[in-house]
Structures are given as C-alpha cells and as structure tokens.
Nanobody
C-alpha cells in the first residue's frame, strides 16, 4: 500500500498562485507515477495532472494546461503542483493518487491509493 499526504492548500485570490505537495511513502515502487485530481462541491472528482517517476513525463487536463505545472523530487518521493493564474472555478479539494500499471489514469474510480485531500479556495 502507498500512503499519500497532501499539503499546501489554502485561500488565494483570482490570478494568484498556490503550490501543493504530495508526499508518498510505503510501497511507492508499486506505482509508476502520481496524479492530482480535484473535486468541487456537488461535482465528480476529475483528473488534473500526472507525472511519471522514471522519466518525469507529464500530462495535463485541458482546463489547467498552461496554468498548472506538475513536478517531482524523486529523492523525497514528493510530487508538487504549482498552480498559477488561479480562477474561482479551480476551487476544490485536491487529491493526489498513486498510478498503478494497467489502470485507467484518467478515471478516479480506477485508483486505490489516495491522500486525504487539501482544500483550495480561489476568491474572485
């Protein structure tokens, strides 16, 4: 099992920035990467970004592309999500999830390892 702990959420104004962290521990070798998802009130959880451990390949949802950057520090087993040009519609609880081989990375229902989530609120 992989343990994931998010941090860095908070309140930001529209146009501002926040940086989230996801610290992974346990059987991280069972994962090939880490994804960020988010869930707004009354909405389904949705994919935000993914990074692979071995070569740092990244993938983004269209609605964050160009504004958010995912990165990793493999020595610390930590993944970051730098969020710039924040919009009120980015308000959500942000979760990191372990990516296991053979699973649908874009489907939140196909993940076993989740952090507890961190709240991001963007005011207009």
């Amino acid at each position: 099992q992989v343990q994931l702990v998010e941090s860095g959420g908070g309140l930001a104004q529209a146009g501002g920035s926040l940086r989230l962290s996801c610290a992974a521990s346990g059987r991280t070798s069972s994962t090939y990467g880490i994804s960020w998802f988010r869930q707004a009130p009354g909405q389904e959880r949705e994919f935000v970004a993914l990074i692979t451990w071995n070569d740092g390949s990244t993938y983004y949802a269209d609605y964050v592309k160009g504004r958010f950057t995912i990165s990793s520090d493999n020595a610390k087993n930590t993944v970051y999500l730098q969020m710039n040009s924040l919009k009120p519609e980015d308000t959500a609880v942000y979760y990191c999830a372990g990516e296991r081989p053979g699973r649908r990375w874009y489907d939140p229902d196909d993940h076993d390892d989740w952090g507890q989530g961190t709240q991001v609120t963007v005011s207009s």
